[in-house]
T-cell receptor, first 114, second 112 residues
Framework: DAGVIQSPRHEVTEMGQEVTLRCKPI?????LFWYRQTMMRGLELLIY????????DSGMPEDRFSAKMPNASFSTLKIQPSEPRDSAVYFC????????????FGPGTRLTVT | GNSVTQMEGPVTLSEEAFLTINCTYT??????LFWYVQYPGEGLQLLLK?????DKGSNKGFEATYRKETTSFHLEKGSVQVSDSAVYFC???????????FGTGTQLKVEL
């Protein structure tokens, strides 16, 4: 199994530009999570999906952030327009549904907004 | 609501020393408990878990026991190695769902 796949691994962009992060979950997993990790705020859950439907987006910072999951094998997190404070490592994770099932994390995308 | 409290880091130990990283929690309902580990430059990966009171999770020499009476899930290892240097996260989930509540993470540094 290839695990959770994220692309790109690194992204450097200028303030105001649109950024799209991509995630391919593990085949057969029905839950997908987007996290953001920074030194200041630690690990934050942004949004999660069950069966491609957004269940909880209370962690999405503001309207500049949006996430989609058009099918069971693909999700995107978009930031438009990007700002320097969005610089962070963004992780995608997937799991089987239900309590007790572990989340499998991707390697992350390191985003730098200048 | 749910919350997880971990001891502040960094924790610096010599190789072969005994490790304890404290974790306590508050939860509505009956949680499942997890320890995740993050090695430098990588995503988190599950280290061990326990799903009911008095269960002991174990993996790679690490252990943690689900203590309902003290609402704790402390991580222990009898003899750490340099390769154990990483950030360790305690986490829980309740309500039959799979949304994890994480602690802030504890950085462990093991020196020769």
């Amino acid at each position: 199994d290839a695990g959770v796949i994220q692309s790109p691994r690194h992204e450097v962009t200028e303030m105001g530009q649109e950024v799209t992060l991509r995630c391919k979950p593990i085949s057969g997993h029905n839950s997908l999570f987007w996290y953001r990790q920074t030194m200041m705020r630690g690990l934050e859950l942004l949004i999660y999906f069950n069966n491609n439907v957004p269940i909880d987006d209370s962690g999405m910072p503001e309207d500049r952030f949006s996430a989609k999951m058009p099918n069971a094998s693909f999700s995107t997190l978009k930031i438009q327009p990007s700002e320097p404070r969005d610089s962070a490592v963004y992780f995608c994770a997937s799991s089987l549904g239900g309590q007790g099932y572990e989340q499998y994390f991707g390697p992350g995308t390191r985003l730098t907004v200048t | 609501g749910n919350s997880v409290t971990q001891m502040e880091g960094p924790v610096t130990l010599s190789e072969e020393a005994f490790l304890t990283i404290n974790c306590t929690y508050t939860a509505t309902g009956y949680p499942s408990l997890f320890w995740y580990v993050q090695y430098p430059g990588e995503g988190l990966q599950l280290l061990l878990k326990a799903t009911k009171a008095d269960d002991k999770g174990s993996n790679k020499g690490f252990e943690a026991t689900y203590r309902k009476e003290t609402t704790s899930f402390h991580l222990e290892k009898g003899s750490v190695q340099v390769s154990d240097s990483a950030v360790y996260f305690c986490a829980l989930v309740t309500g039959g769902g799979n949304k994890l509540t994480f602690g802030t993470g504890t950085q462990l540094k093991v020196e020769l």
